[in-house]
């Protein structure tokens, strides 16, 4: 330990310094302090872990209550109905018996589930072609540069009209203008396309046509706004280029139009036809199902077995046909997105 010296001066009124002793004193220095303990990391890395933890588990919490619904309002509802196809008659019988896929050979041999089969694709099928060549149309006419603002805006407004019923309004509509006393009838004699009034949704001839026809008026505005917005993203350098380079308007349209809207038209075709062979609202509310099953549809059939025939299990087994069906339209349409991101 170092010892340090002090020199203290003498009071004024002392005799002269030279005479006077200088006293000297020497001091120890005062106890060092122990330094201060650094704190430890196992306190403070704690704080930090758990809030890691806590910000990881915030995203897990906005998405519990989507979770949770879709797990009780689909997940559980889907694995009860494939359950309810494997046994007899569930709901019905208190202790039904376990039958394999007995309810699955009965649906698909069944002539009334054939006839859906045949009348859902049709209606589908030429559906979505129809959507898809009226909603192309439209858009094209909605974005040509011939039309004026006020024109465009009148056109568009009357365009887009059906997509703005409901399946209900629609419905009841097209039963009054198709009633053999309604306005189709009196307009096709007079102008002499037929001779006496028909009933186009009571005849088993006629039906499926007319609810095909019904379908296509009410969809194709989603088609048509779908495509205008895709034409509208279409850079004008291309059509310039390519009328310098000599296309005409039919090579403008199938090198540069359906080249830029091809993933839209791919995707659009895809969900139209998961949405149409499904439709249940439009098809129930004006023909159901008839006359003679002439317009009976997937779901139109799954509805009668269960609600009016009381067969649950082959109402079941007929869901799950269908869910089948459109998980694979699911996987062509989510593999089509995944294509146009790339």
Not at 79 to 87: A, D, E, L, P, Q
Not at 283 to 288: A, K, L, N, Q
Not at 306 to 317: I, L, N, T
């Amino acid at each position: 330990m170092e010892r340090t010296s002090a020199t203290v001066p003498a009071h004024p009124d002392a005799p002269d310094p030279e005479q006077r002793p200088v006293v000297t004193i020497t001091g120890v220095d005062p106890p060092a302090l122990p330094a201060p303990a650094e704190p430890s990391a196992a306190p403070s890395a704690r704080p930090a872990k758990r809030a890691s933890v806590t910000r990881s588990l915030v995203p897990y919490a906005y998405l519990s209550p989507t979770v949770i619904l879709m797990f009780v309002l689909m997940l559980i509802p889907i694995v009860m109905v494939i359950g309810y196809s494997m046994m007899d008659n569930v709901i019905m019988e208190k202790h039904p018996r376990f039958a394999g896929l007995d309810n699955y050979s009965k649906v698909l041999s069944d002539t009334g589930f054939q006839a859906a089969i045949r009348n859902t694709l049709f209606f589908t099928v030429v559906s979505v072609i129809a959507h898809m060549l009226l909603g192309l149309g439209f858009a094209m006419l909605l974005n040509s540069p011939l039309l004026g603002r006020f024109s465009r805006a009148i056109f568009r407004t009357i365009y887009i009209l059906p997509w703005l019923f409901t399946v209900a309004i629609i419905a009841v509509l097209w039963r009054l203008i198709l009633n053999p006393n309604g306005a189709a009838n009196y307009v096709l004699q007079n102008v002499g396309i037929i001779d006496s009034p028909k009933e186009w949704l009571g005849s088993r001839h006629t039906a499926l046509n007319a609810v095909t026809f019904i379908n296509i008026w009410s969809g194709y505005p989603f088609f048509m706004m779908s495509l205008l917005a895709g034409l509208q993203g279409i850079p004008r350098d291309l059509y310039e280029a390519a009328t310098v380079d000599g296309a005409n308007a039919f090579q403008r349209f199938w090198n540069i139009t359906l080249t830029q809207l091809r993933p839209i038209i791919v995707a659009m075709a895809l969900l139209d036809f998961i949405w149409t062979n499904q439709q249940f609202a439009l098809i129930w509310m004006t023909t159901g199902g008839g006359p003679i099953n002439s317009t009976e549809m997937f779901s139109t059939y799954t509805y009668k077995l269960a609600f009016s025939s009381y067969q649950f299990s082959q109402a079941s087994a007929s869901a799950v046909i269908i869910l089948l069906v459109s998980m694979v339209l699911a996987y062509f349409y989510s593999r089509a997105q995944s294509r146009s991101t790339r």
